[in-house]
């Protein structure tokens, strides 16, 4: 089992940066890739990047045009540029079987923090 937990959301001007955090425990992490998604109001929950705890290969959607980045030690980060104000949602922390890395569903993932909220102004 894995537990997460999301920090660093907060309100943030048009441009600007956020660093979210994602503190991960359990057992067998070697296992597993860790991923980052987002849910704004009315929409589907989005994938944004996955990364694998053993091996640290990353994969991020093409739509955040190199704006996020995921990384990791012992906690996960999705760092955060050039914010825009569609980028304002709750954002989530989620873990999954590295198997087919990398699954870009969110059926893939058994794991969830909770979330945090961003909300970017223009």
């Known amino acids: 089992q894995v537990q997460l937990v999301e920090s660093g959301g907060g309100l943030v001007q048009a441009g600007g940066s956020l660093r979210l955090s994602c503190a991960v425990s359990g057992r067998n992490l070697w296992r597993y890739a860790m991923g980052w998604f987002r849910q704004a109001p009315g929409k589907e929950r989005e994938f944004l990047a996955a990364i694998t705890w053993s091996t640290i290969r990353t994969f991020h959607t093409e739509s955040l045009e190199g704006r996020f980045t995921i990384s990791r030690d012992n906690a996960m980060y999705l760092q955060m540029n050039s914010l825009k104000p569609e980028d304002t949602a709750v954002y989530y922390c989620?873990?999954?079987?590295?198997?087919?890395?990398?699954?870009?569903?969110?059926?893939?993932?058994?794991?969830w923090g909770q979330g945090t909220q961003v909300t970017v102004s223009s």
């Open positions: 989620a873990a999954g079987l590295a198997a087919d890395f990398p699954q870009v569903g969110s059926e893939a993932y058994n794991y």
